[in-house]
T-cell receptor, first 119, second 114 residues
Framework: DTGVSQDPRHKITKRGQNVTFRCDPISEHNRLYWYRQTLGQGPEFLTYFQNEAQLEKSRLLSDRFSAERPKGSFSTLEIQRTEQGDSAMYLC?????????????????FGAGSRLTVL | GNSVTQMEGPVTLSEEAFLTINCTYTATGYPSLFWYVQYPGEGLQLLLKATKADDKGSNKGFEATYRKETTSFHLEKGSVQVSDSAVYFCALSGPRGSQGNLIFGKGTKLSVKP
């Protein structure tokens, strides 16, 4: 297993265009998370899935954002009608079911991220 | 709601200096606490964790102790190396059995000079 993979690593787009990011989690992890990180800030939670079910969405996830995990494996995050304020690093992470990590702590393994620049 | 506050950086140290990065938290119940590290051009990596009060997490010479009485989880290393230059994030999650998503601090950038 090569860890959490994200694609593309970099995306430059014009305002108003749609973009889609893909995340391939660690195969035995059933939880998958999306975070957003802007310059000088810590990652901010967007949403997470347990298998194919999207269980929680942050208020940061406006209606222009949609995430899917149709077969409980890879996930996509789509941003429609991008705005300059969407420019950020989009991070994906995966984990074992809560309570099954070492000592029960929910340890997230992160991908390298997909950097979005909206011109 | 739950939150994490880290000391602001950047922190610049000479090699072999002692490092402390302060982290305090606000949370209901008994969260798990983490330090993640982000090396230049790489993704976040778990550095260490602690799941209950008085636990000490340690890895690669770094240590942090879960202090419930002071709601703190300060990161320390006795002798830093140039290779420790990175951004360090303190984070918390809910207690065992909770949702599991992490809340991060803003990060502290550490630069170690030879």
């Amino acid at each position: 297993d090569t860890g959490v993979s994200q694609d593309p690593r970099h995306k430059i787009t014009k305002r108003g265009q749609n973009v889609t990011f893909r995340c391939d989690p660690i195969s035995e992890h059933n939880r998958l998370y999306w975070y957003r990180q802007t310059l000088g800030q810590g990652p901010e939670f967007l949403t997470y899935f347990q298998n194919e079910a999207q269980l929680e969405k942050s208020r940061l996830l406006s209606d222009r954002f949609s995430a899917e995990r149709p077969k409980g494996s890879f996930s996509t995050l789509e941003i429609q009608r991008t705005e300059q304020g969407d420019s950020a690093m989009y991070l994906c992470a995966s984990s074992h079911p809560v309570g099954q990590g070492a000592n029960g702590a929910n340890v997230l393994t992160f991908g390298a991220g997909s950097r979005l620049t909206v011109l | 709601g739950n939150s994490v506050t880290q000391m602001e950086g950047p922190v610049t140290l000479s090699e072999e200096a002692f490092l402390t990065i302060n982290c305090t938290y606000t949370a209901t119940g008994y969260p798990s606490l983490f330090w993640y590290v982000q090396y230049p051009g790489e993704g976040l990596q778990l550095l260490l964790k602690a799941t209950k009060a008085d636990d000490k997490g340690s890895n690669k010479g770094f240590e942090a102790t879960y202090r419930k009485e002071t709601t703190s989880f300060h990161l320390e290393k006795g002798s830093v190396q140039v290779s420790d230059s990175a951004v360090y994030f303190c984070a918390l999650s809910g207690p065992r059995g909770s949702q599991g998503n992490l809340i991060f601090g803003k990060g502290t950038k550490l630069s170690v000079k030879p």
